[in-house]
């Protein structure tokens, strides 16, 4: 979950929380004072009813009084007058039976009052003039408008819940809409457009102060970047003149000692160390322009086939007897062995490749073999020599890393390197397989989709 959502989500829960127990308080209150209330109604009419009772009992009362006595409007009022000896004196329901619980007299001459509820009515009872005890029951007066306030409070907790969950999540996702900008920048930033930036505003929150400093670290390290660049680029180009003028003056010392094989082979170790030399910074020369001269080009369509044609001509020229062995799988039978890409990089990919086949196998030899599905289109490059081992294995493909199979020859150290960031670039990927007794395999496989 993102911080987004994360910090909506908890908005929105500690205000349900908060309005949840807000309105339970307000429910439990507003009962409470309805119950006082209805208490109260009930005591008043008792002491109403009890003005009409004297000490000496029910002699000279007149019960008629009683009856015509204006009474508050409660629905389904009872009001019931005993004497010291619990029995009926008098009863507000005319010419109906009435029912009463003796455990309610019995609280009263004891502790001179009773208050009780049940579902639909409460009593209240109480001792008067020493002699009477007065009990009265009514519906519960307000419980409509108390089921009504409870429902009207469920209500109001669902439909207040729900606007502010959601304007917690419209609020949440406009306020974090910078942010997604950041990261939508961030994603497409690259070796080749640091100078692009974060927008700022004039605002002064924690998101233009987090822009500001992003902007600030890609400066400098777009700085960085172009200094190092630069300085590859500009020492490559100053040593290799030299490089190539002196192996061009090998070459010719070479000539002019024909007679001395002691001294040719000697010049001939110069020169191989010079041509190496060269390699390395041709290599690094590579690697410091490859994204900045291809990364703006456009993917177009590549036949893999001819890639592998190509590349096999260009290293022929420099190991005649190589030879080739072409194969397409079985498996494809409706793929044209095309991939998205750029064909002059793909050429660099099998030309070091070939070349690692011509100086570190048994013969100058290769096997390929292309295969294509629906997703993926793969590319095996078999040839026969040492196997490299599993640690060795492991690194062949960083920058200045050999195996033990090729501490004896000749080379940069750079040539699988350049082949994977070319092929990362093209979003594919490369590994290496040994297959018992002496096979190398490395495997590419190109995604089409």
Request: hydrophobic share 40%; charged share 30%; with cysteine.
């Amino acid at each position: 979950m993102n911080i987004k959502n994360k910090i909506a989500l908890n908005l929105s829960l500690l205000f349900s929380v908060f309005l949840g127990l807000l309105l339970i308080i307000i429910y439990l209150f507003f009962a409470e004072f309805r119950k006082d209330e209805f208490v109260d109604i009930l005591k008043d009419r008792i002491s109403t009813v009890a003005n009409y009772f004297d000490e000496d009992g029910d002699k000279g009362v007149d019960v008629s009084k009683i009856y015509n006595t204006p009474t508050y409007s409660i629905q389904q009022e009872e009001i019931l007058v005993f004497n010291e000896k619990f029995d009926l004196i008098y009863s507000s329901l005319k010419d109906q039976t009435v029912n009463w619980d003796r455990a309610d007299l019995e609280a009263m001459k004891i502790d001179g009052v009773v208050y009780h509820s049940d579902k639909n009515s409460e009593v209240y009872g109480e001792k008067i003039k020493k002699n009477y005890f007065l009990i009265e029951s009514a519906d519960i007066l307000g419980k409509e408008k108390l089921s009504y306030l409870g429902t009207l409070m469920f209500v109001s907790f669902l439909v207040a819940s729900a606007l502010v969950w959601v304007l917690s999540f419209l609020f949440a996702r406009k306020m974090m809409a910078p942010l997604d900008i950041f990261q939508e920048k961030i994603t497409r930033i690259s070796a080749s457009n640091l100078t692009d930036r974060l927008p700022e505003t004039d605002k002064k929150d924690e998101i233009n102060l987090l822009a500001k400093v992003f902007n600030t670290m890609l400066g400098r390290i777009d700085k960085s970047y172009s200094s190092q660049k630069e300085f590859t680029a500009s020492a490559s180009h100053e040593i290799k003149t030299p490089l190539t003028r002196m192996a061009f003056q090998l070459e010719n010392l070479s000539e002019l000692v024909k007679e001395n094989p002691e001294t040719k082979k000697y010049i001939r170790g110069i020169s191989d160390e010079v041509y190496q030399l060269s390699d390395t910074v041709n290599s690094l020369l590579l690697l410091s322009k490859l994204e900045e001269e291809h990364l703006n080009e456009e993917f177009a369509d590549v036949r893999m086939d001819e890639v592998v044609f190509d590349a096999f001509e260009n290293v022929r020229k420099n190991f005649p007897d190589f030879e080739l062995n072409f194969n397409i799988s079985e498996e494809n039978d409706s793929g044209d062995l095309t991939v998205k890409g750029i064909k002059p990089l793909l050429d660099i990919v099998f030309i070091n490749l070939f070349k690692n086949a011509c100086l570190y196998s048994h013969k100058h030899e290769v096997e390929v073999e292309i295969g294509e599905n629906e997703t993926m289109l793969t590319a095996k490059i078999k040839s026969h020599g040492d196997l490299i081992s599993e640690e060795d294995s492991q690194r062949i493909f960083n920058a200045f890393k050999r195996g033990e199979t090729s501490s004896q020859k000749s080379g940069s150290g750079l040539g699988l390197r350049i082949c994977k960031r070319i092929l990362d670039f093209h979003h594919a990927k490369i590994s290496y397989q040994a297959e018992a007794p002496n096979s190398n395999i490395f495997i590419i496989e190109f995604p089409l989709t």
